[in-house]
């Protein structure tokens, strides 16, 4: 079964650095970029990011360029977001997903289940 | 402010036909193709229709999708409340380096 593990919520405080992660399994993983996109309470999908897993090659988002950072291990088969000092405003659902295919036609057809990050004082 | 435009609501009775639009521009769907996406309450997004109009394996017939000139719509046909959901388009920019846009989303409600 194709399926993306995210790790767990995280609580945190205005500052604080934070690595989340999303683990690949039933495909090669290699061969998918894998996206991250954000869902701020009650809102609507932003889309953050991509990596293609094989050779890191990495765009972002200009909304969420310099914020964050996408990164991936491919010899543990999965993807990261990170960020290097957290805001409130971050505070959010985050899931990665996989794309389909080698252009955005083809959509992100596996997502992981989410991780929530909450970033309060 | 979404970059793709789509109404905030929508709704229908069991068994109707509902249509939800997206309106983008030439950057984007004017010469890319929409994907479109459900999201169920609680729930991660799926994958509902790509590439304007293909349908992943396992999505009944009745989601249909279509794209003309720098819009796409998403039809549902024979409305069913599990229906009941958020409903996003999205496409590729090819501005700023490109990257995806999404829509803010449509809630559907079932009557």
């Known amino acids: 079964e194709v399926q993306l593990v995210q790790s767990g919520a995280e609580v945190k405080k205005p500052g604080e650095s934070l690595k989340i992660s999303c683990k690949g399994s039933?495909?090669?993983?290699?061969?998918?970029?894998i996206g991250w996109v954000r869902q701020m309470p009650g809102k609507g999908l932003e889309w953050m990011g991509i990596i293609y897993p094989g050779d890191s090659d990495t765009r972002y988002s200009p909304s969420f360029q310099g914020q964050v950072t996408i990164s991936a291990d491919k010899s543990i088969s999965t993807a990261y977001l990170q960020w290097s000092s957290l805001k409130a405003s971050d505070t959010a659902m985050y899931y990665c997903a996989r794309r389909g295919g080698d252009s955005s036609s083809y959509g992100m057809d596996v997502w992981g289940q989410g991780t929530t990050v909450t970033v309060s004082s | 402010q979404s970059v793709l435009t789509q109404p905030p609501s929508a709704s229908g009775t069991p068994g109707q036909r509902v249509t939800i639009s997206c309106s983008g521009s030439s950057s984007n769907i004017g010469s890319n193709t929409v994907n479109w996406y459900q999201q169920l309450p609680g729930t991660a997004p799926k994958l509902l229709i790509y590439s304007n109009n293909q349908r992943p394996s396992g999505v009944p017939d009745r989601f249909s999708g279509s794209k003309s000139g720098t819009s796409a719509s998403l039809a549902i046909s024979g409305l069913q409340s599990e229906d009941e959901a958020d409903y996003y388009c999205a496409a590729w920019d090819d501005s700023l380096n490109g990257h995806v846009v999404f829509g803010g989303g449509t809630k559907l409600t079932v009557l």
């Open positions: 039933g495909y090669s993983f290699t061969s998918y970029w």
